[in-house]
């Protein structure tokens, strides 16, 4: 069984940076695609990037130039460097994998991010 735990969150100014990183155990990391969803207070769950087994990756938006996703399929951990946060960035980011040849998803349990001065 796969699980996934995110780590990272907390509280950050505006304009300031934090990184997320999501580890992953149970199956092999390196047949997953991955992906950070952010759910914002009264908001549904919206994707945030994505990177593929392949190491391609899409961002939102509304975070592109401001974000990285990455992944260490050798420490079967993905990351989401968060650079020039703004409190639109706050909420649960939840991290994701998808089976790269059945469609199956797991979840994580979230980490919260709340940008504030």
């Known amino acids: 069984q796969v699980q996934l735990v995110e780590s990272g969150g907390g509280l950050v100014q505006p304009g300031g940076s934090l990184t997320l990183a999501c580890v992953f155990s149970?199956?092999?990391?390196?047949?997953?695609?991955m992906a950070w969803y952010r759910q914002s207070p009264g908001a549904q769950r919206e994707l945030v990037a994505n990177?593929?087994?392949?190491?391609?990756?899409y961002y939102d938006g509304a975070v592109k130039g401001r974000f990285t996703i990455s992944r260490d399929n050798f420490g079967n951990t993905m990351y989401l460097q968060m650079n020039r946060v703004k409190p639109d960035d706050t909420g649960v980011y939840f991290c994701?994998?998808?089976?790269?040849?059945?469609?199956?998803?797991?979840w994580g349990q979230g980490t919260q991010v709340t940008v504030s001065s």
């Open positions: 994701k994998a998808d089976y790269r040849f059945f469609d199956i998803s797991y």
């Open positions: 990177i593929s087994t392949e190491g391609d990756s």
């Open positions: 149970g199956r092999s990391f390196s047949v997953y695609h």
